[in-house]
């Protein structure tokens, strides 16, 4: 039976990493990065919301540069099976995920919309743990934010999307769970390179078309970063390898800003300062701002910081979040 502060909350936030060794080490490789995971997984299951709202990106797996949309929003949608996620189909309530797309139209947003979107670990790896690896067992709607290709949205924009998804939230009266799907400094650029920075024509062909289009099939482009992932897990686990680009200075003020509750002072905030700053997984923050600025917005309580380090084994500056169930 859910507590009274669980049945008083009315919007619960989560925010937390999706990097694909998440699902490939044992978790006494890093325990209090999982202490943390599991009790927010815990409080949103306390939470036990009627639909959750996951803020998520694709890495190349299904949105190609031939058309990338900044912000889009799911109807209908199936997680593949690639490197750390979680296949299955997604339960999206397609009432209520029209409704939130002609909300955002009405709020000012050219939202891009897909009756057959798929996801990649960007979505369901953060859902296969909350969801304990049933992503279809509640009823979820994916909203796209494109972190990985230029011109990516500023960060003000992804916080004016989040508080918009959540004005809708509080007006359906449902309970709503908002996830964060990502963060914060790491560096993708090495396996998930820009257009102009490609190594060859074969990986440029397939990141504005896909597999088919050229040399590289689909199942190429997943094995070989499966591949990558598999020898980047060991040599972070036996310390051959330490990553240089999680900057442990950036995530904190990044946390701490966050947790201060003005979401508007990230709006000076810059692509170039952030690239620079926290690397090309540095952007995935745009995920973490959008569900802090709707859970403002539908109710949750103030987002607190459980855990934060630069030290783990998976190669990313590492933050868990959440919104605490305090009863009203």
Partial sequence: MASTAAQNAKAYVACVPHVPIISMQEREQNPGLWQAYDASVAEFEAFDPDVVIVFGGDHYSHIHLKLAPTFMVGHLAEAGDDCGGTPGKLNVPMDLSTGLAEALIDDGFDIATSYAMKVDHGFSNVLGFFLRGDIGARPVIPVHINSLSKPRPTLKRCRQLGEAVGRWARNTGKRVAFLGSGGLSHETAFIFPQYETAPNEEVRTFIVHGGGAGPISDQQWHGDIES?????????????????????????????????????????????????????????????????????????????????????????????????????
């Fill in 228 to 328: 990558e992932m598999i020898k980047l897990s060991a040599d972070l686990v036996s310390g051959e390898f330490k990553a240089p680009w999680i900057n442990k200075k950036w995530d904190e003020s990044f946390l701490k800003t966050l947790e201060a509750g003005d979401l508007s002072a990230f709006d000076s905030w810059t692509d170039k300062d952030i690239l620079e700053a926290a690397g090309y997984g540095g952007g995935e923050v745009r995920m973490w701002l959008a569900a802090v600025a709707a859970g403002q917005q539908a109710g949750a309580q103030p987002l607190r910081v459980d855990y934060y380090s630069e030290d783990t084994t998976i190669a990313v500056g590492v933050g868990v979040a959440h919104s605490q169930l305090v009863a009203a």
